[in-house]
C-alpha cells in the first residue's frame, strides 16, 4: 500500500509541525515555500499552553527553551521624552513559571524545520497557481515544479493565504481589520548602543527600540493607528514610509529619525493587525491551519501558540482517519472554541503596545510604572496579560500522535 501524500504550502510554523508529526505518520509530504530560503530573522514570539505540551512530544522543548529571547531593560517615556522608568520587558509579556517560551520567530522556524527536513521534500521559491479537485485527491499546478497529485492539500502560508483564495475566494470575505498597522525591522548599527531600549507612545501609536547587548542591530517595532486599514500597500516600501511618517509625524523624540531608516531596510514586516475569521476551515480535500485559517491578529501573543496546537491536532486527525473530509470535521470541532477564545483577546482595547485614548495610555503608563515594584514583590502577574486560561483551552486527546520513540517508551 503507498503512503498517503500531502502537500503544504507555507515553512513557516504551523507549514513544519504540521509536516513533521504527518511524517511521523508515515505520509509522503512536501512543504513549498514561496520564499527563496527560510527566513532566519524576525520578531520574537511566544509559545505556550498546549503549544508547549507539542513542542515537547516534538522533543524539541529543550532546544526551543535554550533559544529563548532576552529582552534588553526597556525605558518607558513620556511623550516628552522623558524616562518614566524601566522594565525588564521579558518578565512582563511571559510567565516562564507557567512554562512560556519567548523566542524570535526566525530561531523557532530554523528549529522546526531542521526537525522535518529529513523526512520532508522542502521546495523553496515557488508557489500554487493552481488547484483541481478530484474524486481520489488534488491536482496541483506550480509556478516552476511540474504538476503533482496530492491525496490532500493544506495552507499554512499566513493571513494573506494563496491556498484559502485558490480554494475558498478572496481574502476580503475572511480578513477582520482590527484597526492598526505594525511595522518591524532591524536599524542601521550606529543609531542605539548595545543593550538599549526604548518604549515610546501617544494615543494610538507606539515606537519600541531595543538593541542586544551582543552588538547586533536595534530592531525597531512600530504600531499606529491607521483611519483606513487594509488601504495601504503592504508591499510598496514608500506607501509604507508615507503612512508611518503621517502617524507619527508629532512625535517629539526620535522617531522621525527612525522612520527615515525605513526606506533602505533589507527585511521589513509590515501588515495590518488583522484577524481571519471563517465558517469553515477547509473545502474537500483542502484545508487551511494557523494564520491562514484563524490568525488571531498580530498584536494577541497567541498566533504562534494556536498554529503549533492546530497543525498537531491536524496530524492527528488525518492520521486517525482515511476520508480528509471526516478528518477536517474533526480537527474543526475540536479546534474551534479554543481558536475563538484566543482570537477573543486581541479584541480588548487596553492592549499594553497601543493605547488608542489619552485615558488608556495615562492608565497604561501608570500600571507600567508600577511593575518594577510588583516585581521586586513577586506580584507580576497582577499586570501581566491574562493568557492562559486561553492557551490552555486545548485538551490534547488519547488518540493523538506520539513520536516513534515515545511509543516504545511508554
Given at each position: ?323 480528509p473530509q471526516q478528518a ?82 511508554g
Amino acid at each position: 500500500m503507498t503512503n498517503r501524500s500531502a502537500l503544504i504550502s507555507g515553512a513557516s510554523i504551523a507549514g513544519p509541525v504540521l509536516a513533521f508529526w504527518l511524517a511521523e505518520a508515515g505520509w509522503d509530504v512536501t512543504v513549498i515555500e514561496r520564499a527563496e530560503q527560510l527566513r532566519t530573522s524576525g520578531y520574537p514570539i511566544d509559545i505556550r499552553g498546549t503549544a508547549i505540551e507539542v513542542v515537547r512530544r516534538m522533543g524539541l522543548h529543550d532546544e526551543i527553551a535554550a533559544a529563548h529571547y532576552r529582552h534588553v531593560p526597556v525605558e518607558l517615556l513620556a511623550s516628552s521624552g522623558r524616562r518614566l522608568t524601566t522594565l525588564e520587558f521579558g518578565d512582563l509579556l511571559s510567565d516562564t513559571e507557567s512554562g512560556d517560551v519567548e523566542l524570535t520567530r526566525g530561531e523557532l522556524g530554523g528549529i522546526l524545520y531542521r526537525a522535518s527536513a529529513d523526512r520532508v521534500t522542502y521546495l523553496f521559491g515557488d508557489s500554487i497557481s493552481a488547484l483541481t479537485q478530484t474524486d481520489s485527491g488534488v491536482d496541483v499546478t506550480f509556478r516552476h515544479h511540474q504538476p503533482q497529485s496530492f491525496d490532500v492539500v493544506v495552507g499554512a502560508d499566513g493571513i494573506h493565504s494563496n491556498v484559502r483564495a485558490l480554494a475558498m475566494g478572496e481574502e476580503g470575505q475572511f480578513v477582520r481589520h482590527l484597526g492598526p498597522y505594525a511595522a518591524i525591522w532591524d536599524l542601521p548599527a550606529d543609531r542605539f548602543t548595545p543593550g538599549a531600549g526604548y518604549m515610546y507612545s501617544h494615543p494610538g501609536r507606539t515606537v519600541l527600540v531595543e538593541r542586544p547587548t551582543d552588538g547586533g542591530p536595534a530592531r525597531a517595532f512600530l504600531a499606529f493607528v491607521h483611519e483606513s486599514p487594509g488601504s495601504v500597500n503592504v508591499r510598496d516600501i514608500d506607501e509604507i514610509v508615507s503612512s508611518a511618517r503621517a502617524a507619527f509625524a508629532e512625535d517629539r523624540w526620535r522617531t522621525g529619525e527612525i522612520i527615515d531608516t525605513l526606506a533602505l531596510a533589507d527585511d521589513v514586516y509590515f501588515d495590518t493587525v488583522s484577524q481571519v475569521r471563517m465558517d469553515r476551515w477547509s473545502c474537500g480535500r483542502i484545508a487551511l491551519v494557523g494564520d491562514a485559517a484563524y490568525a488571531p491578529a498580530f498584536l494577541s501573543g497567541q498566533g504562534t501558540s494556536i498554529a503549533v496546537a492546530g497543525a498537531y491536532v491536524l496530524a492527528s486527525e488525518l492520521a486517525r482517519r482515511d476520508d480528509p473530509q471526516q478528518a477536517f470535521a474533526a480537527y474543526e470541532d475540536r479546534l474551534r472554541s479554543y481558536v475563538t477564545k484566543n482570537q477573543d483577546l486581541a479584541l480588548r482595547t487596553d492592549s499594553t503596545v497601543i493605547s488608542r485614548t489619552r485615558g488608556q495610555l495615562w492608565r497604561r503608563n501608570l500600571r507600567l510604572c508600577a511593575v518594577p515594584w510588583l516585581q521586586r514583590l513577586g506580584l507580576t502577574s497582577l499586570v501581566r496579560p491574562n493568557l492562559q486560561s486561553a492557551a490552555t483551552d486545548l485538551s490534547l486527546a488519547g488518540h493523538d500522535l506520539l513520536r516513534r520513540d515515545q511509543h516504545a517508551g511508554g
